[in-house]
Structures are given as C-alpha cells and as structure tokens.
C-alpha cells in the first residue's frame, strides 16, 4: 500500500491551471448543441440572469469580481455584521406576529422558542385596550415587545409603558419597540399623521429607557406594494433621514435619534438577493449614519415575504418560508419573524404558528446556521452582489432626497407610480412563467381541497396597493372554482397526442400544466366527443406535426371543438387557432380560453 506523504500535500497540484477563455470555449460547445452560435463574453452573455434594478447575475464569478473590502463584523461599514459576535452568543431573536387575541397563543410562543412578540394594535389588530390581556401571563422583563399600532401609536405606547410601571419591570430591563412610523403609516394608509407626539415620546424614551426604542423603519409598505429590493433600500433610508431631522429638531442629538430606530425589511425565497439585500442595508446606513455625525449599526427586524405566499398549495409556503429565513440568518438580521404558512388565508391556526416557530429552532439548533458570523462573506458572488445592490439602492435614494424627501414622493404620487412601474415589469415575467410560483403556474394541484381559516382582522389600507405573486393565477383559479360550483365539473380541454409517447409526452405535460394553472382541467383519455371538452390541444412533436396537424385539427373540428391549439411554436397550420409554447403570456391565454368557455 502507497502512503501519502502528510506535509506539503496539495490536492490541486497535478492538474494545470485553467483559464477564464478556456471555460468560455467550453460553453460555447455546450450552446452551439442547444442552436446558439456565441461567442467569447457572449457566451456567459446567453447564461445569465436580467434582475430588477438593472442588476444583471452572470453564470461564474472568480477573483477578479472584486467588491470593497466588506470589513469585520461590528465595525463600519457593517457589512458582516452590526455586532462583533454576530448571533453566535444566543441565535437571532425569534419575534411572532400576532394581530389577533386568541386562546394562549402568545405564551404557547414564548414557551416554545419565540423570544420577542410583535403586536399589532388598533385598526387591522388587537383592539389597544386589550393590550393587557394580550400580555397577561408574560415576564416584561425577559420579553420584549415590539408594537404596530398605526394611527393609535400615541394610545397604545402609553398603555405598554403604564404596564411596564405596574408590573414593576424595571426600566433597565425594559426591550423592545414602540413601533411608530408615520411615514409608514401614510404609505399604508394615505393619511399623513403629526410627527410632534412620536418626538415627544422618543425624548422620554431616550431618557428613561435605555434599551426601548420608538421607532420603526417599516419597508414593507414598498415591498408590498410591489416594489424591488434597490426600492425598498432606498425608501427605507429616505425614511430614516426624515426622522433623523425630525428628532435633532425636536432637541435630541443626533447619536439619540439614531438609537431611536429600527428598521423592518422583507426576506424572500430570492436566498442570495436577500442576503445581499441586508448586508447592503447595512452598509448605506453606515454612511448615512457617518455623515450625520453618528457612526453606528443598523437593527433590523427581518419579516419572511407576504407577497410571494400562495393562496393555492399554501403548504409549499413553509418552504419558502424556510429558505427566507435561512437567508435572513445569513443576511445578519438581529429578529426575524417567519409568517405562517396560511397567513396569507386568514388567523393562522395552531399548526402553523408552531411550524414558524419552528422553522427557526431547526436553522439555530439543528443546522448550525448561527454559529459563523456572515458566512456568505467572501463569495465572489454574494459580494459583488451586495455592492451592486447597494449603488441601486443609494442612487434611488438620492432621487428621493432631490425631489424633497420620503414624505414628498408618497404624497406626489411619484413613489406610487415608481414601484408599480416595476410590479408591471415583474407582472409580466409572472404571466409569462419566467418567474415561476410552484403548485400555483407550475405543477398546481387541482384536486387538492381549499385550507380554509377564519378571517383575519382587515388590514390597514387606502395607501399604497398590497400586491402578491400570485393575484393573477389566483383570479384565473376562482373563476374555475366559480364554475365547479355552479356545474359539478371544471372547465375541460382535450389533449389530442398525436404518435407515440416519447413525440408527445414532453409537450403533453407542459400544455397540461399550463391549462391547469388557470383552473381548466386537461383531458388525455377517450376521445374528444367523450371528453367533455370545447377545445383542443395538439401534442407532438414539429416533425410530426408537419404531417398531421392540419389533418387532425379537420378531424377535431367536426367532432365539435371550437377552438384548436398547439403546443409549439407559431407556425401556418391550417385549422390551428393558436399556439402555447414556453414564454408565452400563459395568464393572457388562460384568461382568453376561459372567456371562450363561459367561464366568468
């Protein structure tokens, strides 16, 4: 037996070093099989990906990809980290929504991981004169609070901080947030609100206790409202300023107004954008805090998406849910606050809310995610795309302050038609299943029976829109529901496969996943006359089709279909109507073949 010497051993050392133009070449092989005649930076050109902002992912990233030097955890500019052991010491803190009363929820949360409770107040929650019963049964001092109450901010800090006094917690001991955010509150709600008492009670806050803040720097209004990551930076940082002048006005100094504010932003199953997204937020804030004279890191409470939950298949919620948060906890957020899978169906039930909870215990205790500060640190990649995002985001900042600051573009509509500018583009790459929403446009399930939840308290509105991923599958899908109902049966298509299965199956697949994805059944067996259908879909292969499109879309017609389409690229096929092929508007279609059928 040979024994490898154990000094000096290099695993790479007999093999030559490769080239960037090597692996160029290379691809190029790989694509002229696929019909793409590239070339050199083509070649990657044609393998990556076009992101909101202008950003632009490409398929491999090396050395030369270099970004600023990102620093240490805890040190400006923050990047790795707002403090120097990160969540290695206890894990982030685990913070639960609750916007709704209900039988031992909150202590069945804190008794099984959650360490900090979010509550939502007044209009959209829990009515602010139940705020003790909704704490009833909970240590102050070892669980902090953190309110949203909109309008009823003043009211409901008033309640908490008398709770606090009559428990006798002790302002040392005293965490958590008071939550208030009038700019935030507009973007919700359309009505402005006066700064003078949130001023008022962040002065009392910064002299009496030292470990509550007052604000929250919510920008989950422009991520709900449809807006891109670089967007929601930006407004986020715009609406921190504005508060900064409010405060210094108002007679505190600068390094106490920014110990006043936390910021909220959204994670998404987008893993490497979210955690790019936080390191970013990060490092603008840094700066933003450099120039006002007051260094120091931002705290950031990370909520999982409520714009990529599906209404459809809400199970697969709880895996991206999952991914979200692992990219919260490599992002460096302090909180995170994982949704219930049927958030987006009403009152979570009890299920559900152990699921969130438990969606952090096995990434904190089972794989370890805290146990390295940023360990997305010194990807090429990750790095790169945090400097590139960050650039977006400061540059649309900075177009916010030159037309007068946040509260101007909310209220010129500027905001407003800046973030549905960028949901129409996204709506598109949605509609065309660029942007796939799995169990809702790829593999639905239409037999699955609808989860049904108890109505959840009407969110705050007549700001800017709530938009989800979903809203245009959903419309589709109710239609269809709307007709089970009405007729016992979905509206149908034929799928006429013409040769054998390996000419058919591909495409057969793929028209019935599409149809289905609009609530319209696809049936394969039988004949047409048998189906029940009014339409039909041929599926085949291009060489097949050549020799019996034309003749079996004659056939179908004289059984009875109204309508014939292919699954292929547009071509002249007499008697083909249309045609469905990958990239098309597949809502646009769905919605056409659904007004053909009556389905209303």
Known sequence: MTVLPDDGLSLAAEFPDATHEQWQRLVEGVLRKSGKEVSGGAAEDALSTTLEDGLRTRPLYTARDAAPDPGLPGFAPFTRGGRPEGSTAGGWDVRQRHAALGDGTVLADLENGVTSLWLVLGEGGIPVADLGRALDGVYLDLAPVVLDAGADTETAAAALLRLYEERGVDTD?????????????????????????????????????????????????????????????????ATAVAYLRELTEAGLSVEQAAAQLEFRYAATADQFLTVAKLRAARRLWARVAEVCGAPGAQTQHVVTSPVMMSRRDPWVNMLRTTVATLAAGVGGADSVTVLPFDHALGLPDAFARRIARNTSTILLEESHLARVIDPAGGSWYVERLTDELAEAAWEFFRSIEQDGGQAAVLRSGRLREDLATTWRERSAKLAKRREPITGVSEFPFLAEKPVVREPAPEPRSGGLPRVRRDEAYEALRTRSDAHLAATGTRPRVFLATLGPAAEHSARASFAANLFQAGGIEAVTAGKFEDSGATEAVLCSSDSRYAEEAERTAEALRAAGARHVALAGRPAAYAGVDSYVFAGCDAVAVLSATLDRMGVS
């Open 173 to 237: 001991a005293v965490r958590g947030s008071l939550g208030a955010d009038p700019l935030g509150h507009e973007a919700r709600t359309g009505t402005a609100l006066d700064f003078a008492p949130v001023a008022a009670l962040a002065k009392q806050v910064a002299e009496t206790y030292p470990g509550l803040r007052t604000l929250t720097v919510d920008a989950l209004p422009y991520h709900e409202a449809g807006g891109s990551a670089a967007q929601e930076l930006g407004a986020s940082l």
